[in-house]
């Protein structure tokens, strides 16, 4: 069965620094998405991409966030310079429509120090 | 807007008796509903959805749904818990109208299943 995949599972990094988190979709889905949990809240929703574009975004995603699909088939988000705050789970998504489940990752575990 | 309610933040069974999880949710338009299930280190698994279709939605594992319009509820029950189950479960509504998807969740259930 298709799953969605994300690399690293754990990714620990120094306040400050760049981060990139990947993600490869289930492969004939069109629309992707980030979301993240910090320890103990919600699962909050970041940013919904379609048609090599972002489509929506939530307030926590500003300048310090950005998503690409470089290749067609990865999906990424990167933030730029990292603070403590962003220490958090994320998730990728992927669905085939906007009417549709959307499909999720097991996770990327950001630890900034 | 939409917002999720989960009214439980732990719930207790013993194996073999059901279960229940409380949802209640609030959207400006017809919404649609998702249960999903996240075990220990595993990634998110929906469970079931909900689409305004049949107002009780049956979902994988035995786990079922009922849509209540009146009360805005969106209740997820198992007539008989087993170990597996032991798990976070998360009720999700997602945004209609113009969004391009967005899914909003509760604050998720942790469900213990005693022998």
């Known amino acids: 069965e298709p799953e969605v995949t994300q690399t690293p599972s754990h990714q620990v990094t120094q306040m400050g620094q760049e981060v990139i988190l990947r993600c490869v979709p289930i492969s004939n889905h069109l629309y992707f998405y980030w979301y993240r949990q910090i320890l103990g809240q919600k699962v909050e929703f970041l940013v919904s991409f379609y048609n090599n574009e972002i489509s929506e975004k939530s307030e926590i995603f500003d300048d310090q966030f950005s998503v690409e699909r470089p290749d067609g088939s990865n999906f990424t988000l990167k933030i730029r310079s990292t603070k403590l705050e962003d220490s958090a789970m994320y998730f990728c998504?992927?669905?085939f429509g906007t009417g549709n489940e959307q499909y999720f990752g097991p996770g990327t575990r950001l630890t900034v120090t | 807007a939409q917002s999720v309610t989960q009214l439980d933040s732990h719930v207790s069974v013993s194996e073999g008796t059901p279960v229940l999880l409380r949802c209640n949710y609030s959207?400006?338009?017809?919404?649609?509903l998702f249960w999903y299930v996240q075990h220990p280190n595993k990634g998110l698994q929906l469970l079931l959805k909900y689409t305004s279709a049949a107002t009780l939605v049956k979902g994988i594992n035995g786990f079922e749904a009922e849509f209540k319009k009146s009360e805005t509820s969106f209740h997820l029950t198992k007539p008989s818990a087993h170990m597996s189950d032991a798990a976070e479960y998360f009720c999700?509504?997602?945004?209609?109208?113009?969004?391009?998807?967005?899914?909003?969740f509760g604050q998720g259930t942790i469900l213990t299943v005693h022998p």
């Open positions: 998504a992927s669905g």
């Open positions: 959207s400006s338009y017809s919404p649609s």
């Open positions: 999700v509504v997602k945004a209609g109208g113009t969004s391009y998807g967005k899914l909003t």
